[in-house]
């Protein structure tokens, strides 16, 4: 059975930073697409960023230059790095294995 967990949200300044993991279980995050994607609140779902197999990333508009997408094999796990944060990122971000399996989310809220 394959388990998203993602957690690293929370409360942060505009300008500050974040880290989100999606720890993957009952699957190897290497051998597929890992996606990124975030809800705000009366908004549809949006994606963030996603990693390939080959290792390639891609990033929405809004995030590039500021949120970076990786893999960690060894954990399992894929991380975004969110810098410069806005008010505008605050939403649930939810990881995403191939577009299938879904984690439950997290709440990153950018707020002064």
């Known amino acids: 059975q394959v388990q998203l967990v993602e957690s690293g949200g929370g409360l942060v300044q505009p300008g500050g930073s974040l880290r989100l993991s999606c720890a993957a279980s009952?699957?190897?995050?290497?051998?597929?697409?890992m996606f990124w994607y975030r809800q705000a609140p009366g908004k549809q779902r949006e994606l963030v960023a996603f990693?390939?197999?080959?290792?390639?990333?891609n990033y929405a508009d809004s995030v590039k230059g500021r949120f970076t997408i990786a893999r960690d094999n060894a954990k399992n796990t894929v991380y975004l790095q969110m810098n410069s944060l806005k008010p505008e990122d605050t939403a649930v971000y939810y990881c995403?294995?191939?577009?299938?399996?879904w984690g439950q989310g997290t709440q990153v809220t950018v707020s002064s």
């Open positions: 995403s294995q191939a577009n299938i399996y």
């Open positions: 009952g699957s190897t995050v290497s051998i597929y697409a």
């Open positions: 990693i390939t197999i080959g290792g390639s990333t």
